[in-house]
């Protein structure tokens, strides 16, 4: 049974328009991660929240937003998009201690035409 | 800072073959150590870990002992399938806590039958 549920798994939006990647969880989880995943790279963090506490990575850029309304999801909002932000989103959740394990989703794909 | 550093790939492998993925990093004391594994087209998810110096991660027949004299994390396998045909990322939490997590680059393996 999945766990940690990504929708849409493709996403197409055109240069500067909004778009909004969703993420949820059934693991009852109290840290929620967002990451970009260019193509043949590492995922980059961009930002965590420990439940409502939200968390920037210095050099994640202000055009990327979040939210966690709940503990079971958290959305990633890009508010411009350009033809750099083209890239895997991943999604991931853990307990928070760092022995502990990272539950990813399956990606949205972005693309922007 | 923390950093981690993987051979660079990709690795083209026989079905039977050994495997061997390496990977070094720098860290402030003895952090816990992970292997992630991505299929194509999925998110990631936990190969192995271990948590403290010494400790062997094992997992589907995938092996690596924590060495913090030389500071690695190689992953080996005795006998590869095409089905480990995937790209293996090396982790390690950044210090500040919650689990955030930095990844190597990313190795990827092809086996042939």
């Known amino acids: 049974d999945a766990m940690v549920i990504q929708n849409p798994r493709y996403q197409v939006t055109q240069f500067g328009k909004p778009v909004t990647l969703s993420c949820s969880q059934t693991?009852?989880?109290?840290?929620m991660y967002w990451y970009q995943q260019k193509s043949s790279q590492a995922p980059k963090l961009l930002f965590h929240?420990?439940?409502?506490?939200?968390?920037n990575e210095a050099d994640t850029p202000d055009n990327f937003q979040s939210r966690r309304p709940n503990t079971s999801f958290c959305f990633l909002d890009i508010r411009s998009p350009g033809l750099g932000d083209a890239a895997m989103y991943l999604c991931?959740?853990?307990?928070?201690?760092?022995?502990?394990?990272?539950?990813f989703g399956p990606g949205t794909r972005l693309t922007v035409l | 800072g923390d950093s981690v550093t993987q051979m660079e790939g990709p690795v083209t492998l026989s079905e039977e073959a050994f495997l061997t993925i390496n990977c070094t990093y720098t860290?402030?004391?003895?952090?816990?150590l992970f292997w992630y594994v991505q299929y194509p087209g999925e998110g990631l998810q936990l190969l192995l870990k271990?948590?403290?110096?010494?400790d062997k991660g094992s997992n589907k027949g995938f092996e690596a002992t924590y060495r913090k004299e030389t500071t690695s994390f190689h992953l080996e396998k005795g006998s590869v399938q095409v089905s480990d045909s995937a790209v293996y990322f090396c982790?390690?939490?950044?210090?500040?806590?919650?689990?955030?997590?930095?990844f190597g680059a990313g190795t990827r393996l092809a086996v042939h039958p």
């Open positions: 860290a402030t004391g003895y952090p816990s």
């Open positions: 982790a390690l939490p950044l210090s500040g806590g919650y689990n955030k997590l930095i």
């Open positions: 693991l009852n989880h109290n840290v």
């Open positions: 929240y420990y439940d409502k506490d939200f968390n």
């Open positions: 991931a959740t853990s307990r928070g201690g760092d022995t502990d394990t990272q539950y």
């Open positions: 271990a948590t403290k110096a010494d």
